[in-house]
């Protein structure tokens, strides 16, 4: 152990329950603008090839986070090790075991797609037969070798995010920090990135991903933080955050009106029913045994409401994210709507 490393403090304070061997350990982390506390006191640690999420809505202090651990922003205090290197103090430490992915392009659009790879090829040090060749490798891989030769400017929103992990891969890092990966892109792109994760953690690569998105999370991941507003408000795997689940029946009803009004007479009709409205005209039933739609609709257009749909619902991680953090899915979704506005293919 080098004398950086003696003087890092122990975790103490900062143990999360992650049984991981850890290849990012952060503990304290903690990093205000003016007034504005954007992460306070974040302690976790990513284990060795996992895909590890940091889940949560936007302004909760992923992006801030991601920036500090890559070396692009400096903590007020707190420690980080990667791969037993102190970051804290030398911040550029581990760049070149780690890949960065920001959340908006770095690329430059006057290059070819081809040249963009090789110039960060460059920067990463490596010599120009390798870098052309692994460049070549993967405009192939992401399906870009018909683009390569065509300026980056020119490029679709998908093509241009493809090409930006392309780009933070080409020295082949053991570590991949993805920020909001899919975020305002077409669902064939979104799909074939995901796809792309799952195939470098495949190869070995651990992953680090910040998204707003709970059904990527849940796909992603092995393991989620849960933050919101600067802290970290739970740890876990996405099995044992989904036993918080099992046993639930859940049945969603599309009504005509006045949703909150025939929730509470639900609710005040029917023992074991847990009921709210979702919106004007959305009403969730819950129970701890299965629910009978049939009697619960009868008892809706009785009361004059016109039940346009009646489905089950498998709880999903959604559920427990509303439950852990009391924000609302319905919020997170028009972040999601809002990202998507912001961007076409």
Known sequence: MNGDEAELPARGNCVTGDEV????????????????VAVNGVAFAVGRGEVFGFLGPNGAGKT????????????????????????SRNPKGAQHLIGVIPDESNLYPELTGFENLCFCGALYGMGRRDRETRGRELL?????AEAGGRKFGGYSKGMK????IAAGIIHEPPILFLDEPTTGIDVASARHIRQIITGLNASGTTIFITTHYIEEAQRLCGRIAFIVRGRIVRVDTVQN?????EGRYVVQFAVSDNAAGLCEAIAGEFAGLECRAV??????VESSEPVRVGPL???????????????KVQPSLEEVFV??????????????????????A
């Open 279 to 284: 919106g004007a005209e959305g009403i969730r």
């Open 64 to 87: 801030t986070t991601i920036n500090i651990l890559v070396g692009l922003a400096r903590a007020d205090a707190g420690t980080i090790r990667i791969a037993g290197i102190d970051c």
């Open 241 to 245: 955050l989904m036993r918080q689940t």
């Open 323 to 344: 439950e852990i953090t009391g924000i609302e899915a319905a919020a997170m979704k028009q972040e999601k709507e809002k990202a998507k506005m912001g961007g076409g």
């Open 297 to 311: 609709v009868r008892f809706l257009e009785d009361r004059g409401a016109e039940v346009s749909e009646a489905r």
């Open 140 to 144: 192939e891989r992401f399906g870009l």
């Open 161 to 164: 995010r493809k090409l930006t």
């Open 21 to 36: 061997e850890p290849i990012i350990d952060v503990c304290g982390l903690t990093k205000s603008f003016g007034d504005v």
